[in-house]
Structure formats: C-alpha cells, structure tokens
C-alpha cells in the first residue's frame, strides 16, 4: 500500500538555524506530494505541494522538490522563526481507482524553535 | 471566506450514547472526508464522500457513519462510542482537478473524549 515516513521528533532548532525534514514515500502510481503545517489548536494548513517529477514547491521561505529517483519530498527553510514552530504532515495523494481516494500522511514532525 | 467549520470543537460524552459531530463547507467542494489524528499514528481517513449520496470507507471506518445529503454538508456518527473512539477528528474538503484531489482544506478539528 501508500505510506509515508518522516522524522518524528521534536526537532529543536535555535532561531534563524536551516531546516531539513525529511519525507520519503512509497505508492503505487505517481501521486502528488503535500506539506501542510498544524499550529497550536488548529487545523491543518496546505504549505506547499507539487504533482509531478523535478517540480519544487515553495512557500513562506520553505521549500520541497518533488524527487522521483529517491522518492523523496524534502521540506527545507534556509532560516527558520520562532513562529514556524508547528507540526509538519507529509502527505500524498493518488488519481482515485475505485479505492480510498483521500491523503496519506506521515506522522507528523513536531518542530521547535527556541529564540 | 473559504473554510470548513466543525461543532462541536470539544466534547465529553459517555460511553454508548450517540453523538454527531457536523462539518459543512462554503466551497462548494465535491469531495469531503473525516479522519482522526492519534498520538505516533499520525492522521487516519475515516470515511470519504466524492459527491451527494456518494460515500465510502477509508483505512478506519468502523465504529463511525456518515451521510451526505447535501454538498456542504458531511455530518460524521457515532452510533455508540467507545473509549477507543477519543480522539481529535477533522473534517476536510478538496479541490479535485480530474480525477485527483489537488489540495484539502481542514477545519479547526473536534477533540471528542469518550469516557
């Protein structure tokens, strides 16, 4: 089946520091790949995205490239603010076939960072 | 503004007796879904419902009901709970662009706790 694996944490990092989460993917097919972001008592919020090989989303300073080769879809921000503190969800999503036709999503990286 | 809204956003209820939790969206979005999020486990479909009428079960449906009757709305149901059912659930809707779910909009989420 699809699944999605990333570091769970919490990850620690001083303000200002670079980030890397990690988030590597099996499926069957080609999906699309997802970051969202949890704040504190709220939902999920879409980050960034992309559908296709080579394709690099971006969004408020983070960024992810779509990897096919190594299925991977590395969440990266070059200096990362106190407000970035937040759970980050991998996720995938397939063309429906008949079968669950939702997301996949890792387990959540809680991210933490101290001023 | 687009959003899903969710009520209640926090219940206690005992065990056995059936509850409701209702999310509706002003999107006019066609698919909508439940899941719930558990500590390690990361988030988990419940159910899923790709047009009125239309639903079906995701990786953890048992236990849980849903019904579309409306598009923006997708009530989920809890017939009897159990303890096991405490959990924080969200609803979403997506956007589909073919036959692929292009981004997913979440409400603020419902911790249910099940005594």
């Known amino acids: 089946g699809n699944s999605v694996t990333q570091m769970e944490g919490p990850v620690t990092l001083s303000e200002e520091a670079f980030l890397t989460i990690n988030c590597t993917y099996t499926?069957?097919?080609?999906?699309?790949l997802f970051w969202y972001v949890q704040y504190p008592g709220e939902g999920l919020q879409l980050l960034l995205k992309?559908?296709?090989?080579?394709d690099k989303g971006s969004n408020k300073g983070f960024e992810a490239t779509y990897r096919k080769e190594t299925t991977s879809f590395h969440l990266e921000k070059g200096s990362v603010q106190v407000s970035d503190s937040a759970v980050y969800f991998c996720?995938?999503?397939?063309?429906?076939?008949?079968?669950?036709?939702?997301?996949?999503f890792g387990k959540g990286t809680h991210l933490i960072i101290q001023p | 503004e687009a959003q899903v809204t969710q009520n209640p956003r926090y219940l206690i209820t005992v065990t056995g007796k059936k509850l409701t939790v209702t999310c509706s969206q002003n999107?006019?979005?066609?698919?909508m879904s439940w899941y719930r999020q558990d500590p390690g486990l990361g988030l988990r479909q419940i159910y899923y419902s790709m047009n009125v009428e239309v639903t079906d079960k995701g990786d953890v449906p048992e236990g849980y009901k849903v019904s579309r009757k409306e598009k923006r709305n997708f009530p989920l149901i809890l017939e009897s709970p159990s303890p096991n059912q405490t959990s924080l659930y969200f609803c979403?809707?997506?956007?589909?662009?073919?036959?692929?779910?292009?981004?997913?909009?979440f409400g603020q989420g419902t911790r249910l706790t099940v005594v």
């Open positions: 999107m006019n979005h066609e698919y």
């Open positions: 979403a809707s997506s956007i589909r662009s073919g036959n692929m779910n292009t981004e997913a909009f």
């Open positions: 499926a069957t097919g080609y999906p699309s």
């Open positions: 996720a995938l999503t397939l063309p429906s076939g008949g079968g669950a036709d939702g997301l996949t």
């Open positions: 992309a559908t296709k090989a080579d």
